[in-house]
T-cell receptor, first 113, second 113 residues
């Protein structure tokens, strides 16, 4: 069982609200990732981090921001939620070597009304 | 550049019959390849991985995959499908030099009683 956690699991929020999706891992992994996934669709990388104070935008443009102040914590923030942000957000971590797999959290399903 | 192509978006099999989910990859280097499974409203779970050791890789729940360099394929198989195998399956290659992972578009497996 992977030790990577996401909260909340489900969130329904109104347009314009600021939200933060939490992701934590207890494995000491340097690399962490955020993916956006619409129902039944592929995963799109929106942010990743190589380590503390290192973050990069992913392949899919996103209005969200991330921070990496501690190794174990990689929160994602939306300053002003919009209905187009409705999606599932998956957090993952890995040891960083290319032969090592990613471990995924259970996801946060976000609905913006 | 590396890429992954999952050749079937949907596969249906009867319970007790073999499963074949197809994946082709493109890579200039010896790749690391992974298969993940995603059940509804859950995160992704690693089924198996290939990292240049044995070309026939055994994973969890009776799944296995064979790395064929000449065919640039990494197909996932299982001798006998179970109802609990119904899920979305993703083929993934790790990207050289960036610590990112490239996901296929997914194959939805349906198991008929």
């Amino acid at each position: 069982e992977a030790d990577i956690y996401q909260t909340p699991r489900y969130l329904v929020i109104g347009t314009g609200k600021k939200i933060t999706l939490e992701c934590s891992q207890t494995m000491g992994h340097d690399k962490m990732y955020w993916y956006q996934q619409d129902p039944g669709m592929e995963l799109h990388l929106i942010h990743y981090s190589y380590g503390v104070n290192s973050t990069e935008k992913g392949d899919l443009s996103s209005e969200s921001t991330v921070s990496r102040i501690r190794t174990e914590h990689f929160p994602l923030t939306l300053e002003s939620a919009r209905p187009s942000h409705t999606s599932q957000y998956l957090c993952a971590s890995s040891e960083g070597r290319l032969t090592y797999e990613q471990y995924f959290g259970p996801g946060t399903r976000l609905t913006v009304t | 550049a590396q890429s992954v192509t999952q050749l079937d978006s949907h596969v249906s099999v009867s319970e007790g019959t073999p499963v074949l989910l197809r994946c082709n990859y493109s890579s200039s280097y010896s790749p690391s390849l992974f298969w993940y499974v995603q059940h509804p409203n859950k995160g992704l779970q690693l089924l198996l991985k290939y990292t240049s050791a044995a070309t026939l890789v055994k994973g969890i729940n009776g799944f296995e995959a064979e790395f064929k360099k000449s065919e640039t394929s990494f197909h996932l198989t299982k001798p006998s499908a179970h109802m609990s195998d119904a899920a979305e399956y993703f083929c993934v290659v790790s990207e050289i030099g960036t610590y990112k992972y490239i996901f296929g578009t997914g194959t939805r497996l349906k198991v008929l009683a």
